[in-house]
């Protein structure tokens, strides 16, 4: 079991899907009052997100630019005509606030024929993501964990932390914390699991010891509100 399972969140967080790729129909999207997430000693605020039911999930899933791009590409611009589509989706680490948190993703669709692409535009980059065609899964939404996702998963989680460690332990905040993410990841958000190795070399190169361990990732899970 997932450690942030013990504290449920109202939402669909990556951690609910078991580290699996379930596909899911879409039931509904409406729109949702929230309390955003902001950096720590911001004032809270409250914006209307869209919200996807699924079948076989009791959790809402709150979309993002990113998500919601996706689902457009994929089923038209129109939210109506979502309903009843399949959306197969993942767990994947983002950046937030200048930090690297579990998200929702989405993969594809069973619906596909063929891979999209759609980009999402930032302030200052571009980022491109691919759909692709995926095997319908079972009518629960369940999926069985790829082990080899699984592993690398958990050590990006655990580099993650080191990363984390080490930007509190030489106090760096804001955007001197970004600018060392940036700098050790060589770009702004994420990294792939055959980047793990580089950036524990460069952990070490940076303060000259070696990557700092430690436990699981803090709650949180979205990069830009939708």
């Not at 759609?118 to 691919?130: A, C, E, I, M, P």
Request: charge should be positive; include cysteine; hydrophobic fraction near 40%.
């Amino acid at each position: 079991m997932h450690f942030k399972l013990l504290n449920p969140g109202k939402y669909l967080g990556a951690a609910d899907l078991l580290e699996a790729e379930p596909t899911y129909k879409i039931l509904r999207v409406v729109l949702e009052e929230i309390e955003e997430d902001t950096p720590k000693g911001a004032a809270p605020s409250k914006k209307k997100k869209g919200l996807v039911w699924l079948e076989g999930q009791p959790k809402g899933w709150l979309l993002c630019v990113t998500t919601a791009k996706a689902l457009a590409t994929m089923f038209g611009d129109e939210t109506e005509k979502w309903a009843g589509r399949r959306v197969t989706l993942f767990g994947d680490m983002v950046m937030s606030f200048g930090e690297m948190v579990p998200a929702v993703r989405v993969r594809g669709s069973p619906e596909l024929a063929s891979t999209l692409s759609y980009v999402v535009k930032r302030r200052k980059k571009s980022d491109t993501f691919n759909l692709v065609k995926t095997g319908a899964a079972p009518a629960n939404g369940k999926a069985r964990p790829d082990p080899a996702k699984t592993a690398a998963l958990a050590e990006q989680i655990r580099v993650r932390n080191a990363m984390k460690a080490a930007l509190a332990k030489h106090d760096l905040r804001g955007q001197p914390a970004l600018d060392f993410v940036m700098r050790i990841t060589g770009r702004a958000a994420g990294h792939d699991a055959n980047d793990v190795a580089l950036i524990q070399t460069a952990l070490a190169a940076e303060f000259a010891a070696p990557p700092l361990d430690s436990g699981p990732p803090p709650p949180g899970d979205e990069d830009a509100p939708f």
